[in-house]
């Protein structure tokens, strides 16, 4: 089964720097997505960014930009210009591309603190 | 375009009741998840559907649970006979499934539970 890995409970960063969480995963699959998602407080999950396994290429997503290491299997993300209202819990996710539910599978979170 | 809705926003109940959450999907969506979040972890999958059809059912769904999404629209989760471990936000997301594979997962704003 896949496990997702986020070894950073918190974390916290000045408005306008810039702050990278780390995720790892563990699979034997060979193509698969990797997600981040954003949980604010009292609010709804939504997508920040994907990346598919196959492609080489860091996905970025404005301020958002992702570290791909397919062989180490790591995800990490980088969120530049540090914003108040980035302020929330975020979670690393995996989801299978070989068929079947394509369920997500998260990690436990790493709750993100933005200082004015 | 509304998102995904789900009802109610709270709820809390007795040991022993039963208690039923609705989810409304995206509606061109075809699949729906259902997660649970218990505080401090990341959401785990209970079950989804395909259209109206159950195909995967997680082993954390126990027998006191049941799903249903009988016309391909909305999805209804029961609990029998709550247990005060029931405790947790339910959440649902949605996506529409295609050849690409590409679907991507949006979630709705959740029902926390919350069993005295």
């Known amino acids: 089964a896949q496990t997702v890995t986020q070894s950073q409970p918190e974390m916290s960063v000045q408005e306008a720097e810039t702050v990278t969480l780390s995720c790892t995963y563990d699979?034997?699959?060979?193509?698969?997505?990797l997600f981040w998602y954003k949980q604010p407080p009292s609010r709804q999950m939504i997508l920040v960014i994907r990346?598919?396994?196959?492609?080489?290429q860091n996905a970025t997503e404005n301020r958002f930009s992702v570290n791909f290491q397919k062989a180490a299997k790591s995800f990490s993300l980088k969120i530049s210009d540090s914003q108040l209202g980035d302020a929330a819990m975020y979670f690393c996710?995996?989801?299978?591309?070989?068929?079947?539910?394509?369920?997500?599978?998260f990690g436990k979170g790493t709750k993100l603190t933005v200082n004015p | 375009d509304t998102g995904v809705s789900q009802d109610p926003r709270h709820k809390i109940t007795k040991r022993g009741q039963n208690v039923t959450f609705r989810c409304d999907p995206i509606?061109?969506?075809?699949?729906l998840y259902w997660y649970r979040q218990t505080l401090g972890q990341g959401p785990e999958f209970l079950t989804y559907?395909?259209?109206?059809?159950?195909?995967?059912k997680s082993r954390l769904l126990s027998d006191r649970f049941s799903a249903e999404r009988p016309k391909g629209s909305f999805s209804t989760l029961e609990i029998q006979r709550t247990e005060q471990g029931d405790s947790a936000m339910y959440l649902c997301?949605?996506?529409?499934?295609?050849?690409?594979?590409?679907?991507?997962?949006?979630f709705g704003p959740g029902t926390r539970l919350t069993v005295l």
């Open positions: 559907f395909q259209n109206e059809a159950q195909l995967e």
């Open positions: 996710a995996y989801r299978s591309a070989q068929g079947g539910s394509e369920k997500l599978v």
């Open positions: 509606s061109e969506h075809n699949r």
């Open positions: 699979t034997s699959e060979s193509d698969y997505y």
């Open positions: 990346q598919e396994a196959y492609k080489q």
């Open positions: 997301a949605s996506s529409f499934h295609g050849t690409s594979g590409r679907d991507t997962q949006y």
